[in-house]
Structures are given as C-alpha cells and as structure tokens.
Nanobody, 122 residues
Framework: VQLQASGGGLVQPGGSLRLSCAASGSVFSINAMTWSRQAPGKVRELVASINSGDSTNYADSVKGRFTISRDNAKNTMYLQMNNLKPEDTAVYYC?????????????????WGQGTLVTVSS
C-alpha cells in the first residue's frame, strides 16, 4: 500500500491550489484521512481530517478557506485551499488509516504520503 500526494506548487497570496492524495495497492477500505503540514523550523500541525462518515474537522487557521473531501471509489482524498496566505507555506503530508488485503486476511494500518510543497509568495 502506498499514498501519493500531489498538487503542490507556487501560488500568489489569495490564490488557490488543490492537493490530492491517492492510495494504491491492496486497499480494502479507507477509514480516516488527514492532511498535516510542516513549515520550516516549525512542528508538524494537523490541518484537516475526514472520517469514514465524511465528518470533517479543521484547524482554526484554515477554517473557511480549506475544504477536505474524499472520493471512495478512487481511494483519493483532496484538500481544496482557497485564499492562500504566506503563512500557509509548508510541506503538506497526507495520512490514511486504512484496511488492506494481506493474503486472505484483512489488516489495518496507518500510512503517510511523501509530502508536497506549497509555497505562497508574491
């Protein structure tokens, strides 16, 4: 099982980006998924989460600007980021708590994507 994050880049303040995180391999189902970020010199912080029932939570710093969503058919999660600010600059990581096939059994595991860099600058 692998998680692949994509969609980062350079954007001007006030702009938008959409990040994607796709799970591949022998995935049976995805439970909770999260986006975290780590800015230079700072600790990693949780940005948004979505559970299997599509309930979402956001950090106060991104409420009203970011939207997390998922497409279960594609085993993919998204983070729509609008009205970006310079302080949103960070490496964004996705995480998934998922169930996967292991031979004839189902196993549950926690996986991280490789990170995608978002830079907000004029």
């Amino acid at each position: 099982v692998q998680l692949q994050a994509s969609g980062g880049g350079l954007v001007q303040p006030g702009g938008s980006l959409r990040l994607s995180c796709a799970a591949s391999g022998s995935v049976f189902s995805i439970n909770a998924m999260t986006w975290s970020r780590q800015a230079p010199g700072k600790v990693r912080e949780l940005v948004a989460s979505i559970n299997s029932g599509d309930s979402t939570n956001y950090a106060d710093s991104v409420k009203g600007r970011f939207t997390i969503s998922r497409d279960n058919a594609k085993n993919t999660m998204y983070l729509q980021m609008n009205n970006l600010k310079p302080e949103d600059t960070a490496v964004y990581y996705c995480n998934a708590d998922l169930t996967y096939y292991s031979g004839t059994y189902l196993q549950r595991g926690d996986y991280w994507g490789q990170g995608t860099l978002v830079t907000v600058s004029s």
